[in-house]
């Protein structure tokens, strides 16, 4: 039997229950298939004696969604056969719960490879392939004069937003000439200028929908479209609509060849941000869009995930 453990953040508030329709999928899926699940806190990771181990709890039926999670059990993570980080925590110790999973070595499968997470999670690699992924003009710094100059020097529109955010949050659509330029770029950039800040073209096409697409080991899996409706942003949690849509033979191709280099540098369950032909970010955490596809199509993908990504 297969043990496999997932990297979680903790239950909000504790004890209260599991809330993930992601992960408790692939958790049910899994343990249908005769493996062992576990799910474990990302911050409660602790080293000991070359020993990494993490507060969780042993999945042993089907799970559903708030349910009460009980008290936590105490697992070594050196154990186990692969691992599956869906959250890394706390920002302010993230480095050091990084480090810890290095030091489990290479005998243990993750879905995702921290070098995956580590590069692939900030908005800055898909910057270093432009001949295979054609990604909107980037710019990046700590500096809010350097970046508000490229904005002002412009006839565009931009994004302004954090490299490594989620959710929509603090995601800002920039004029050229706009007075509140400087305040929201001295904002992401921090009183001590000490954060760095991503200025993203902004593609006009996005008016008309984005597509998210699920890759899993490097094939297609499903897709849904999301438009914004309050503001810019076409992120659910901030009120953007979704619908079911298909992908176009060249929208597919290139995922396709995108997902195929993914997993050759160990990311097999990837999120993939489309306007095509451009792609607008990779998300190789927890892709949303699982709960959201069944939601619109009826359809639970995550058997057909679990299949891709060759858990025998």
């Excluded at 993930?20 to 409660?44: H, I, K, P, Q, W």
């Excluded at 000991?48 to 697992?75: I, K, M, Q, Y």
């Excluded at 959250?87 to 480095?95: P, V």
């Excluded at 990311?267 to 955490?285: H, K, R, T």
Aim: include cysteine; glycine fraction near 8%.
């Amino acid at each position: 039997m297969q043990r496999v453990a997932f990297l979680i953040p903790e239950p909000v508030p504790a004890g209260s229950g599991f809330n993930d329709g992601n992960y408790l999928r692939f958790a049910n899926e899994l343990t249908a298939r005769g493996c062992e699940v576990s799910l474990c806190t990302t911050d409660t990771l602790a080293l000991s004696r070359s020993r990494v181990s993490a507060d969780g709890w042993r999945v042993s039926g089907e799970l559903s969604e708030f349910e009460n999670s009980g008290e936590p059990t105490r697992f070594l993570l050196n154990e186990f056969a692969t691992i599956w980080v869906f959250s890394l925590g706390k920002r302010a110790s993230f480095l050091d719960k990084f480090q810890m999973l290095y030091a489990l070595g290479s005998n243990i499968r993750f879905i995702n490879s921290l070098d995956t997470i580590m590069h692939l999670k900030s908005k800055y690699f898909i910057t270093s392939l432009p001949e295979m992924i054609r990604h909107p003009e980037t710019h990046a710094a700590t500096n809010p004069s350097t970046l508000l100059a490229i904005v002002n020097e412009s006839d565009q529109s931009w994004v302004a937003k954090p490299p490594a955010g989620s959710l929509g949050r603090d995601v800002f659509l920039l004029q050229p000439g706009d007075t509140n330029n400087s305040a929201i770029l001295e904002h992401l950039c921090g009183p001590d200028q000490d954060q760095y800040t991503l200025l993203q073209e902004h593609i006009g096409a996005i008016r008309h929908g984005e597509k998210r697409v699920l890759l899993a080991g490097g094939k297609v899996i499903g897709q849904y479209k999301r438009t914004a409706v309050n503001d810019h942003r076409t992120n659910l949690l901030q009120g953007a609509n979704s619908e079911a849509c298909e992908l176009t033979e060249d929208e597919r191709n290139c995922c396709n060849e995108i997902g195929a280099f993914l997993t050759t540098m160990g990311a097999n369950y990837v999120g993939l941000d489309m306007v095509y032909p451009w792609i607008i970010e990779f998300n190789v955490m927890n892709p949303g869009g699982l709960v959201t596809i069944e939601q619109l199509t009826g359809e639970n993908l995550a058997p057909q995930i679990i299949s891709q990504l060759d858990f025998t």
